[in-house]
Each structure stands twice: as C-alpha cells, then as structure tokens.
C-alpha cells in the first residue's frame, strides 16, 4: 500500500538526515571524521565495515522492492495477519521511538560520538543520561527502527535483513566492549557491572 512506503521513506530521511547532520556538525567543531569505521586495522573491522555497506546496497534495494509491489514467490508477501493499518501505524510510531533514542544517545555523547572503533583518537567513557541505564542506546535505537520496519512491511525479506543486521551488530558489540575495557580499564568494568547492553539491568 502506498501509505507503507512513506511510512518506511519518511523513517529512513530521518535516520539519514540523523547521521549525517551529527558527522557534519561533529567534524566542524573537532576537526575529526566521526565515521571511523573503515579507518580500522583490525580484520574483523574491515570485515564488518564492508558488511555494513552491503547491508546499505541490501536495504535500499528493498525498500525499492517493496514500493513497486513486486512479488516473488512468498519473499515479498506480507503476513497476512500483520498486514493491517493499525500495524503499520505501530511500526511507523515504533521506528519513531528508537530514532528518537538515537537522537537521544547522540546528543548525550557530544564529542565521543563514533561510528566504528576509533584507534587514534580517544574519547571520554560517557556514562551520564541514558548511558547510565544501557551501553548501546543507539543500537537500541535502531534494532526498534528495524523492528518498526518490519511490522510495517512484515516479509521473509525484511526479517531475514533484520536478523543478520542484529546478529552484525552483537558481534561489533563485543568488539567495542572489548576495546573500553582496555582503554578505561577498571571505570569501564564497574560500568559494565551496572548497566546492561541494550535494556536496564533491572528489567532483564
């Protein structure tokens, strides 16, 4: 339905619009290219940094896809129990809420903020606003923008996105847990034991 398709284009201006307005800005007052992620030596960084744009191609394309009402076989089809207005007015709403806690963790990292592992410049360990509940606001974020998404287009093809797209982002995780814990030492790992990784501790 036509309705879908601006619901899933007005989502991705806005997160567009989010990242690339906070590089911008933030490479203005620093100096410094927040977007790090292919700057990174390490292989495994590499190795997600490419994934990550081919998720990019992946995820264009389907929104592509499913704006001209293509259909092949059952990949494109909606469930048919999902496929309702009120659905896609609660997945609209849902993609809503994680952009705006992206919004949200951006701002509260300021200066810290990074896309990837930054090896050469370190970054102040925030852990004040919604840092002090969860680590990862912003994966948060888009795991409910993916989420919302997907109830408003709820296809074979979208899920399997979002699956893979979660699976990515659990392992860079750990990877970017790993190097705070090295970088700040015995702060990091007091933090670690008083926060959780994408909800607060006390309602896992």
């Known amino acids: 339905m036509f309705y879908e398709t ?3 284009v007005v989502l991705f201006l806005i997160y567009l619009i989010l990242w690339t307005v906070k590089r911008i800005t933030q490479r203005k ?29 992946f995820i264009v394309m389907l929104i592509f896809i499913h704006s001209t009402g293509f259909q092949y ?9 999902l496929d ?21 963790a951006q701002k509260t990292m300021g200066n810290s903020w990074r896309v990837g592992i930054d090896e050469e410049n370190e970054t102040d360990l925030v852990t004040t606003g919604v840092f002090a509940y969860i680590r990862n606001p ?10 919302g998404i997907w109830l408003i287009w709820p296809t074979w093809t979208i899920g399997i996105f979002a699956t893979i797209f979660f699976f990515c982002i659990e392992v860079q995780v750990r990877c970017e847990e790993e190097y705070l814990l090295i970088n700040h030492g015995d702060e990091y790992g007091e933090y ?13």
């Open 6 to 8: 601006i619901f899933i």
């Open 84 to 104: 309702k207005f009120s659905v896609d007015l609660m997945g609209f709403l849902l993609g809503l809420g994680g952009l705006g806690i992206c919004a949200i």
């Open 192 to 204: 670690l034991s008083k926060t959780g990784r994408y909800l607060p501790l006390n309602v896992l």
């Open 29 to 57: 007052q620093t100096g410094i290219d927040p977007e790090v992620l292919g700057n990174n030596n390490n292989p495994l960084q590499i190795y997600f940094s490419r994934i990550i744009k081919l998720l990019t191609v």
């Open 73 to 81: 076989y059952s990949a494109f089809s909606p469930f048919p129990p």
């Open 138 to 147: 912003t994966y948060l974020g888009l795991f409910l923008l993916l989420i």
